[in-house]
């Protein structure tokens, strides 16, 4: 806990994945809610299949999930959602011509269900 991942579509050529990660751990990190930077699991998936929409606009997309276990107040998580879109928005390409939606989305982990072992 907590687990980040950066989905993006394939036409954003140039998508810089370990500099984006980078930032990210370091802003999330930051955030008094973090008591461990080890906890922080963070990745990239890119998408080569994908729709948006439905006009034939070039669109491409970035979305990314904090995944955190429950108990955080509202304010803590908008502090999140802040953190990392502020990430995205300094990194994220911008091609001539293509529309880059992004998002970012916080999902509570249910805490007593949740498993995690250092091995």
């Known amino acids: 806990m907590p687990h980040l991942t950066i989905e993006y579509s394939a036409n ?3 998508f810089p994945e370990a ?6 751990n ?3 990190t930051a955030s008094p809610e973090i008591a461990d930077e080890a906890d922080l699991k963070s990745r990239c998936v890119v998408h080569g299949s994908y729709a948006i929409g439905t006009a034939p606009q070039e669109r491409a997309f970035v979305h990314a999930q904090l995944r955190l276990l429950s108990g ?6 908008q502090d999140f959602s802040e953190r990392i879109a502020a990430v ?3 990194l994220v390409p911008r091609p001539a011509g293509v529309l880059v939606q992004l998002s970012v989305e916080i999902v509570d982990m249910d805490r007593p269900s949740y498993t995690k072992e250092r091995l």
């Open 12 to 14: 954003l050529a140039g």
């Open 19 to 24: 500099q984006v990660l980078t930032a990210l």
């Open 26 to 28: 370091q802003a999330v």
């Open 72 to 77: 955080r107040t509202p304010e803590a998580k």
């Open 88 to 90: 995205l928005r300094r």
